[in-house]
């Protein structure tokens, strides 16, 4: 072979080999003090003052800059890479006065231009940065300001057709039953679709929705939207995942750090939940109550309740006259009241008609049942499985809302 030839392969073959054994490592992120520069532009040209504040706290505010003939330059360091609003405002005593906000990441190693420029009787702001999150952070807004405008623009048409209904409700004659019970059925479906709309259009909603469907990784949006979610034992194992296939390079970073403990606290809570223990507390006869002849059932609700609550006064007899559609179902209804006076207990029992099916707990069950359960108020449902008493729902569905029964029959 060719000898200076072959000298060129062997250096070739190291330097490949260099290559791949020293592979480009991204740099972690810890919450470590950043340096930052965002460059801007308004038109039209005016002054003004830019400044950070802090995203979830308007109060703590940072260094600022002067806008000058539409121009600013916001630079300095932050003890932490994190979600912040970016402020412009006016002069005091300008002709024209303005008030800009935009959220942005704000973090190490990235640009961040922003534009701000008037569009008729308002203004748009565009930013351009290589910022991941942040980037994720505008096309998250922009995206729930468009679905929450299609929901309010539905909810303004069932408005428009609820008004209607309700004139046409007096127009109605003697022999118009049928389409008078029609009207009343459609305002009914109106008002559910309504709520449900407006239950959707709930920030945390939004946020569910991306942590649960985003394809990014390393994302620093995604552990941010934990504080806007709600765990419990159906969903807390789905965002256990998602926060374990996170991008390593962020894994250190508070914020994820905070998203997973508030996952593990309710991870450890459901993981080492104790089944329902094997009490025997006794009704007015002086029976004992036996979960051994109950294993035969379907599922057992306990309702914790209290003499001492108006709530429990209130819901209660809700629950007594579902007993027999509950029944049917192969649902028993259980009572434990946590009082300490007999004689109220006794009375209250009677007041609302719960029957043998009540009993009074002492304080040692009372105990164990509130600090592994967290009852902190009552009246409190939980849903047991009758043969392992295992605990179903922490906090089963109100029995008076309408749809307690259709709640039940989705966990049968």
């Given at each position: 072979m060719n000898q200076p030839l072959y000298y060129c392969l062997i250096c070739f073959v190291f330097f490949i080999s260099s290559c791949q054994s020293n592979p480009e490592k991204k740099q972690e992120k810890k919450g470590t003090p950043i340096v930052y520069k965002i460059t801007g532009s308004l038109n039209p040209e005016v002054n003004g003052t830019v400044y950070l504040q802090d995203h979830d706290n308007s109060m703590q505010q940072f260094r600022r800059a002067k806008v000058e003939q539409g121009k600013f330059?916001?630079?300095?360091?932050?003890?932490?890479?994190?979600?912040?609003?970016?402020?412009?405002?006016?002069?005091?005593?300008?002709?024209?006065?303005?008030?800009?906000?935009?959220?942005l990441y704000v973090e190490a190693d990235a640009d961040y231009d922003v534009a701000i420029k008037e569009k008729g009787d308002h203004f748009s702001i565009e930013v351009k940065t290589n910022s991941l999150t942040t980037n994720e952070l505008i096309a998250f807004n922009k995206n729930k300001e468009k679905v929450q405008h299609e929901l309010d623009e539905q909810l303004a048409k069932y408005s428009d057709e609820t008004a209607a209904l309700n004139a046409k409700l007096m127009t109605f004659s003697r022999g118009q039953e049928s389409i008078y019970n029609q009207t009343i059925?459609?305002?009914?479906?109106?008002?559910?679709?309504?709520?449900?709309?407006?239950?959707?259009?709930?920030?945390?909603?939004?946020?569910?929705?991306?942590?649960?469907?985003?394809?990014?990784?390393?994302?620093?949006?995604?552990?941010?939207?934990?504080?806007?979610?709600?765990?419990?034992?159906?969903?807390?194992?789905?965002?256990?995942?998602?926060?374990?296939?996170?991008?390593?390079?962020?894994?250190?970073?508070?914020?994820?750090?905070?998203?997973?403990?508030?996952?593990?606290?309710?991870?450890?809570?459901?993981?080492?939940?104790?089944?329902?223990?094997?009490?025997?507390?006794?009704?007015?006869?002086?029976?004992?109550?036996?979960?051994?002849?109950?294993?035969?059932?379907?599922?057992?609700?306990?309702?914790?309740?209290?003499?001492?609550?108006?709530?429990?006064?209130?819901?209660?007899?809700?629950?007594?006259?579902?007993?027999?559609?509950?029944?049917?179902?192969?649902?028993?209804?259980?009572?434990?009241?946590?009082?300490?006076?007999?004689?109220?207990?006794?009375?209250?029992?009677?007041?609302?008609?719960?029957?043998?099916?009540?009993?009074?707990?002492?304080?040692?069950?009372?105990?164990?049942?509130?600090?592994?359960?967290?009852?902190?108020?009552?009246?409190?449902?939980?849903?047991l499985d009758p043969k392992s008493r295992t605990v179903i729902e922490l906090a089963g569905a109100d029995p008076t809302l309408p749809d307690f029964i259709k709640n039940v029959k989705n966990k049968l």
């Open positions: 330059v916001l630079e300095g360091e932050l003890v932490i890479d994190a979600f912040y609003d970016l402020i412009i405002r006016s002069d005091s005593g300008a002709v024209k006065s303005f008030n800009y906000s935009t959220p059925d459609r305002l009914e479906e109106i008002t559910k679709q309504s709520n449900e709309i407006r239950a959707s259009k709930d920030d945390k909603r939004f946020y569910e929705e991306y942590v649960l469907n985003s394809k990014q990784k390393a994302s620093f949006l995604i552990p941010y939207s934990f504080k806007y979610i709600s765990l419990n034992k159906e969903n807390y194992k789905d965002y256990d995942q998602i926060l374990a296939h996170l991008d390593p390079v962020i894994q250190k970073h508070p914020l994820v750090k905070a998203a997973v403990a508030k996952v593990d606290e309710v991870k450890n809570y459901y993981d080492n939940m104790p089944v329902f223990p094997a009490i025997t507390p006794r009704n007015l006869k002086g029976d004992s109550l036996k979960f051994d002849q109950l294993v035969d059932k379907k599922m057992i609700i306990v309702a914790v309740w209290s003499s001492k609550g108006k709530n429990s006064k209130m819901d209660l007899p809700v629950l007594v006259r579902k007993e027999a559609e509950l029944k049917k179902m192969g649902v028993e209804v259980v009572y434990l009241t946590d009082d300490e006076d007999y004689e109220r207990w006794r009375a209250s029992n009677r007041q609302i008609g719960l029957g043998m099916n009540s009993y009074l707990l002492n304080v040692t069950d009372r105990d164990f049942i509130e600090n592994s359960y967290n009852v902190i108020g009552t009246p409190r449902y939980l849903w």
